[in-house]
């Protein structure tokens, strides 16, 4: 059976990218699969999401598929604003009473780029797609469900507007008692004069108040339990500060709030277990624990790795693929296999002796290494989407020092002695047997793997 998240709207589409990155570094449970519902199912958040990196899409997303779906038919609903949705102008009786419950401001909205903060927009639209097709076929793999997480805020337009419709109909297919909710109030802050779509500080307010209301008093009768977390501006500390968004940047903004939403997913389950009259768990923060969510085991067992020791595992990494990848040594690398007179493998007698038990034709062996050169690229290239953002939370000095990352982070790449050291120490013994079938990305996925898991295996200094 497996665990399913379901996020709704921008902040639910943060906290995806949030679990995705937790997920890729095995800080997370790999059997969670995502639907994340927004209309606005094209911008630079929803690409992001559906594709984090270019090895990490499709089947290979960590939540096995990272593509945001309309809750209706977009194509047919939603091309163009709120009123075109329900009004015909060639009858005025629908034109008077669209008029009579929407302003002219809230019929302008372009639904198709989500609910911008109008919760009675978001409801409107999701009540008239709740019974269709479309998200029934999201819905209906549920009822064979383990566990069901739903995210999203309540003081936006198409979390708060759709949240509580959801869960009714998420309902009629889960009846398990493991459906747990994951709501955010405000965790960013507005331009004080609001920004050109007419969003306001004020507004976001209004719709908290509004959206609490609903989630005491229908939401929380039917979840099993709650995370309700937000970010009231007051306190400022190294990882608690507002989170400013800039108007017209529909982009990804990292939050701290974002990694503790996403221990939830962790925590709430086992809080059931303990308790299961409680329905709303919420956070406070203390000033003198801040790293609190790195010392954390997460996934596994109580002695199993902390999430800090996960990221310096991906660090370590990161930076040796970085260094057998870099222009500057690529000659080198290249060279056993591109006809150089001088050429020799000894700095990397392991791998090449796998490559040579994967890869018995020696004219095949270039092209086998640069597929292992590609693959390292990716696995670069994921490492940095999970160690960014962790540092984005965290600041440069917040996740910990090594003595051997700190060596290697010191050291230039082009041709260094301590990288090759560090690459044939962990290298060796590490041989795969003869396997004609195994591919360049393959074998990159294995020695990569080695080097990560060594690291996760030492102990904290």
Same mark, same amino acid.
């Given at each position: 059976?497996?665990?399913?998240?379901?996020?709704?709207?921008?902040?639910?589409?943060?906290?995806?990218?949030?679990?995705?990155?937790?997920?890729?570094?095995?800080?997370?449970?790999?059997?969670?699969?995502?639907?994340?519902?927004?209309?606005?199912?094209?911008?630079? =958040?929803?690409?992001?999401?559906?594709?984090?990196? #270019?090895?990490?899409?499709?089947?290979?997303?960590?939540?096995?598929?990272? +593509?945001? !779906?309309?809750?209706?038919?977009?194509?047919?609903?939603?091309? $163009?604003?709120?009123?075109?949705?329900?009004?015909?102008?060639?009858? !005025?009786?629908?034109?008077?009473?669209?008029?009579?419950?929407?302003?002219?401001?809230?019929?302008?909205?372009?639904?198709?780029?989500?609910?911008?903060?109008?919760?009675?927009?978001?409801?409107?639209?999701?009540?008239?797609?709740?019974?269709?097709?479309?998200?029934?076929?999201? =819905? %209906?793999?549920?009822?064979?469900?383990?566990r069901v997480f739903v995210c999203g805020s309540v003081a936006g337009g198409?979390?708060?507007?759709?949240?509580?419709?959801?869960?009714?109909?998420?309902?009629?297919?889960?009846?398990?008692? %493991?459906?747990? &909710?994951?709501?955010?109030?405000?965790?960013?802050?507005?331009?004080?004069?609001?920004?050109?779509?007419?969003?306001?500080?004020?507004?976001?307010?209004?719709?908290?108040?509004?959206?609490?209301?609903?989630?005491?008093? #229908?939401? +929380?009768?039917?979840?099993?339990?709650?995370?309700?977390?937000?970010?009231?501006?007051?306190?400022?500390?190294?990882?608690?500060?507002?989170?400013?968004?800039?108007?017209?940047?529909? $982009?990804?903004?990292?939050?701290?709030?974002?990694?503790?939403?996403?221990?939830?997913?962790?925590?709430?389950?086992?809080?059931?277990?303990?308790?299961?009259?409680?329905?709303?768990?919420?956070? +406070?923060?203390?000033?003198?624990?801040? &790293?609190?969510?790195?010392?954390?085991?997460?996934?596994?067992?109580?002695?199993?790795?902390?999430? #800090?020791?996960?990221?310096?595992?991906?660090?370590?990494?990161?930076?040796?693929?970085?260094?057998?990848?870099?222009?500057?040594?690529?000659?080198?690398? =290249?060279?056993?296999?591109?006809?150089?007179?001088?050429?020799?493998?000894?700095?990397?007698?392991?791998?090449?002796?796998?490559?040579?038990?994967?890869?018995?034709? !020696?004219?095949?062996?270039?092209?086998?290494?640069? %597929?292992?050169?590609?693959?390292?690229?990716?696995? +670069?290239?994921?490492?940095?989407?999970?160690?960014?953002?962790?540092?984005?939370?965290?600041?440069?000095?917040?996740?910990?020092?090594?003595?051997?990352?700190?060596?290697?982070?010191?050291?230039?790449?082009?041709?260094?002695?301590?990288?090759?050291?560090?690459?044939?120490?962990?290298?060796?013994? %590490?041989?795969?047997?003869?396997?004609?079938? #195994?591919?360049?990305?393959?074998?990159?996925?294995?020695?990569?793997?080695?080097?990560?898991?060594?690291? =996760?295996?030492?102990?904290?200094?």
């Amino acid at each position: 059976m497996s665990n399913y998240l379901i996020t709704v709207g921008g902040t639910g589409q943060h906290f995806a990218l949030a679990v995705t990155r937790l997920v890729r570094m095995g800080a997370m449970p790999q059997d969670l699969k995502l639907i994340a519902l927004d209309s606005d199912d094209d911008g630079p =958040l929803s690409k992001l999401l559906a594709q984090p990196t #270019r090895s990490l899409a499709g089947t290979a997303h960590p939540l096995g598929d990272g +593509v945001v !779906k309309p809750p209706f038919n977009l194509v047919g609903q939603g091309e $163009g604003s709120f009123a075109d949705m329900f009004v015909d102008g060639q009858h !005025k009786d629908e034109s008077d009473l669209f008029d009579s419950l929407f302003t002219a401001e809230e019929g302008a909205i372009s639904i198709h780029t989500g609910m911008h903060a109008t919760p009675c927009v978001g409801a409107t639209v999701f009540a008239e797609g709740a019974n269709g097709p479309a998200l029934a076929g999201f =819905l %209906e793999p549920l009822a064979t469900a383990n566990r069901v997480f739903v995210c999203g805020s309540v003081a936006g337009g198409t979390g708060a507007g759709m949240l509580d419709k959801l869960i009714q109909s998420i309902r009629r297919y889960y009846t398990r008692d %493991e459906l747990y &909710g994951i709501f955010f109030l405000p965790w960013f802050e507005l331009p004080q004069q609001g920004t050109a779509k007419g969003v306001s500080p004020a507004i976001l307010e209004r719709n908290s108040n509004h959206g609490l209301k609903y989630f005491y008093e #229908r939401t +929380v009768p039917v979840i099993s339990a709650s995370l309700l977390l937000g970010y009231p501006g007051t306190q400022r500390t190294k990882v608690l500060q507002p989170v400013k968004v800039q108007d017209g940047n529909m $982009g990804e903004y990292a939050s701290y709030l974002q990694l503790a939403a996403a221990h939830a997913l962790v925590t709430l389950p086992q809080a059931l277990t303990a308790n299961n009259k409680i329905k709303v768990y919420g956070l +406070v923060h203390d000033d003198n624990r801040e &790293g609190w969510l790195l010392d954390d085991v997460w996934a596994g067992t109580k002695e199993g790795p902390t999430l #800090r020791r996960r990221i310096r595992a991906l660090r370590v990494q990161q930076n040796l693929l970085r260094f057998f990848t870099d222009e500057g040594n690529r000659p080198d690398v =290249l060279a056993p296999y591109d006809g150089s007179i001088l050429g020799s493998p000894a700095r990397f007698q392991e791998l090449h002796d796998s490559i040579v038990a994967s890869c018995p034709e !020696k004219p095949r062996r270039l092209g086998f290494m640069k %597929e292992i050169l590609t693959r390292f690229e990716e696995l +670069v290239d994921e490492a940095r989407l999970c160690i960014e953002w962790m540092r984005d939370i965290f600041g440069p000095d917040g996740l910990g020092t090594d003595p051997v990352l700190d060596k290697l982070e010191s050291t230039p790449l082009k041709r260094s002695p301590t990288h090759w050291r560090e690459l044939q120490s962990m290298w060796t013994g %590490e041989k795969l047997p003869a396997e004609t079938t #195994r591919t360049g990305g393959g074998v990159a996925d294995h020695y990569a793997r080695v080097l990560h898991d060594k690291v =996760l295996s030492r102990r904290d200094p």
